[in-house]
T-cell receptor, first 117, second 110 residues
Framework: GAVVSQHPSWVICKSGTSVKIECRSLDFQATTMFWYRQFPKQSLMLMATSNEGSKATYEQGVEKDKFLINHASLTLSTLTVTSAHPEDSSFYIC?????????????FGEGSWLTVV | EDQVTQSPEALRLQEGESSSLNCSYTVSGLRGLFWYRQDPGKGPEFLFTLYSAGEEKEKERLKATLTKKESFLHITAPKPEDSATYLCAVQGTGGFKTIFGAGTRLFVKA
């Protein structure tokens, strides 16, 4: 079964509004979660590292005031896209590092499609 | 700076035609190299983790190998259902941050 759950799977919002995406670790606690963004036919681009109990660490070029990350608990991180614009339309994926049967692995959520109209 | 380069960008194979995908990387201390499969509109699906040069792992028609500079994903006798984008990623010893390559889009024709 799924180890990481992401919600919603897809969302359409109006330009200028804010949208929240949730990422939950189902089977274990996660002090660290990662948020990625993926444009069509492109690879995953790391946006930020979500840290439980402290501020998120953002990658260069990612606006922290636009993409608000809150690691509310050891099983939940949220990404809020504030004042969304059409260029924010993308596939957003969260991930959680963990231990699989073969050792270190990274579990991904199912992803969230955001369309800003 | 950690970097991952995958080649080719796209690969078209006939069913049963074996081939390899390449992942070249630079990282300051390797914690792990990961291979993922991604179908359109879905999150990546974990395939393998490799830790050190010389290591090999297999799963059905897939076999991943690792050297100090690159990794190969060998696909033996592929089937149309193997069509997907294959992503390579590295994690350095500095933390859990994981950097992805651009991926190889594989198309297998029946």
């Amino acid at each position: 079964g799924a180890v990481v759950s992401q919600h919603p799977s897809w969302v359409i919002c109006k330009s200028g509004t804010s949208v929240k995406i949730e990422c939950r670790s189902l089977d274990f606690q996660a002090t660290t979660m990662f948020w990625y963004r993926q444009f069509p036919k492109q690879s995953l681009m790391l946006m930020a590292t979500s840290n439980e109990g402290s501020k998120a660490t953002y990658e260069q070029g990612v606006e922290k005031d636009k993409f608000l990350i809150n690691h509310a608990s050891l099983t939940l991180s949220t990404l809020t896209v504030t004042s969304a614009h059409p260029e924010d339309s993308s596939f957003y994926i969260c991930s959680v590092p963990g231990q699989g049967f073969s050792g270190n692995t990274i579990y991904f959520g199912e992803g969230s499609w955001l369309t800003v109209v | 700076e950690d970097q991952v380069t995958q080649s080719p960008e796209a690969l078209r194979l006939q069913e049963g035609e074996s081939s390899s995908l390449n992942c070249s990387y630079t990282v300051s201390g390797l914690r792990g190299l990961f291979w993922y499969r991604q179908d359109p509109g879905k999150g990546p699906e974990f395939l393998f983790t490799l830790y050190s040069a010389g290591e090999e792992k297999e799963k059905e028609r897939l076999k991943a190998t690792l050297t100090k500079k690159e990794s190969f994903l060998h696909i033996t006798a592929p089937k149309p259902e193997d069509s997907a984008t294959y992503l390579c990623a590295v994690q350095g010893t500095g933390g859990f941050k994981t950097i992805f390559g651009a991926g190889t889009r594989l198309f297998v024709k029946a």
